[in-house]
């Protein structure tokens, strides 16, 4: 899949929009904000991915330490 997407973003980024026409430069604006997005929801989900590593580590010492008191 990644090289799916390379080969999409390579594609996108090598149009030569001077010759498109305005529905086409609109469709390629609407494909760089879907890329951007994307490419947002990953970070994101990366984020996400470490914050639940972290957590599960915490409840792992906790309950090796047994309950607070």
Known sequence: MAD???DTVEMLYS????NLTV???IALAQAYASLAQAERL???Q???YSIQQV???????A???GPAR
């Open 23 to 25: 529905d086409q430069q």
């Open 42 to 44: 990953e970070l994101i």
């Open 55 to 61: 957590i599960s580590r915490w409840a792992m010492h």
């Open 4 to 6: 799916t997407v390379t």
């Open 46 to 48: 990366q984020r996400l």
């Open 63 to 65: 309950a090796a330490d």
């Open 15 to 18: 149009i030569d929009q001077q």
